[in-house]
T-cell receptor, first 114, second 117 residues
C-alpha cells in the first residue's frame, strides 16, 4: 500500500502571497489531519477532515483553511502569508473505526516565507 | 497552554544502554497516549501506544509506562541502538477509538535522542 504523499515537498513564497498544499491519504483512509511543525512549538494541530467535512479545528487564524475531496485527497490553503508561517506542514491519515488512534504521516511540505 | 510537555529537548546515551524519554500532561481528559519517532526530512512514524486502563505496554525493545495519578508517561528503549537516534514525540488523545470530534492528537515539542556508538 502506498503511504501518505504530499506535494510539493518544498515551497518558497513571499509575504502576502497565498499557498496551497496537497495531501493524498493512504487508500481507504477517509480521515485526513493537518499539522504545523515549527522548532519552537512542535507539532500543532490545524484541522481534520472526514468525508469532505471539517470535523475538528485547532487554534489557528482564519487564514488557514482546508478542504477534502470525494476521493479523500485534501488541500490546505494559507492566505496572506506571514514570516511566521514558515514551517513544515504535515498531513496524516487514518482508518476510521479502527481501535487505536494511529495516524500515518506524510513526509511534509517545507514552506519558507521570505 | 502546553497540555503535553516534554521537558528535555535532548538526550544523549551510549549504544547498548537504556534510553528513557519522559512526557507529562495536564489534561485529565486524555485517555490514550502515543509515541512517534521522526527522522529529518521524514514524517513522524508511530512507535507505540498505551491506553489509560493500562500502566505498561511493551513492544520489543520499546516499553511505555503510564502513571495516571502523576499524569506522567515514559518511553524506555533497551538496548539503545544508533539507528534509534531521532526526535521522539509524545502525543495524547481524549479517545482511544477513532471517530468523532474527540480525536485530535496533542503533541509535545519532542526530544532529540542521540545514541552514540
Amino acid at each position: 500500500k502506498a503511504g501518505v504523499t504530499q506535494t510539493p515537498r518544498y515551497l518558497i513564497k513571499t509575504r502576502g502571497q497565498q499557498v496551497t498544499l496537497s495531501c493524498s491519504p493512504i487508500s481507504g483512509h477517509r480521515s485526513v489531519s493537518w499539522y504545523q511543525q515549527t522548532p519552537g512549538q512542535g507539532l500543532q494541530f490545524l484541522f481534520e477532515y472526514f468525508s469532505e467535512t471539517q470535523r475538528n479545528k485547532g487554534n489557528f487564524p482564519g487564514r488557514f483553511s482546508g478542504r477534502q475531496f470525494s476521493n479523500s485527497r485534501s488541500e490546505m490553503n494559507v492566505s496572506t502569508l506571514e514570516l511566521g508561517d514558515s514551517a513544515l506542514y504535515l498531513c496524516a491519515s487514518r482508518h476510521e473505526g479502527a481501535s487505536g488512534n494511529e495516524q500515518f504521516f506524510g513526509p511534509g511540505t517545507r514552506l519558507t516565507v521570505l | 497552554d502546553q497540555q503535553v510537555k516534554q521537558n528535555s529537548p535532548s538526550l544523549s546515551v551510549q549504544e547498548g544502554r537504556i534510553s528513557i524519554l519522559n512526557c507529562d500532561y495536564t489534561n485529565s481528559m486524555f485517555d490514550y497516549f502515543l509515541w512517534y519517532k521522526k527522522y529529518p526530512a521524514e514524517g513522524p512514524t508511530f512507535l507505540i501506544s498505551i491506553s489509560s486502563i493500562k500502566d505498561k505496554n511493551e513492544d520489543g525493545r520499546f516499553t511505555v509506562f503510564l502513571n495516571k495519578s502523576a499524569k506522567h508517561l515514559s518511553l524506555h528503549i533497551v538496548p539503545s541502538q544508533p539507528g534509534d537516534s531521532a526526535v521522539y514525540f509524545c502525543a495524547a488523545s481524549e479517545s482511544e477509538y477513532s471517530g468523532g470530534s474527540n480525536y485530535k492528537l496533542t503533541f509535545g515539542k519532542g526530544t532529540l535522542l542521540t545514541v552514540n556508538p
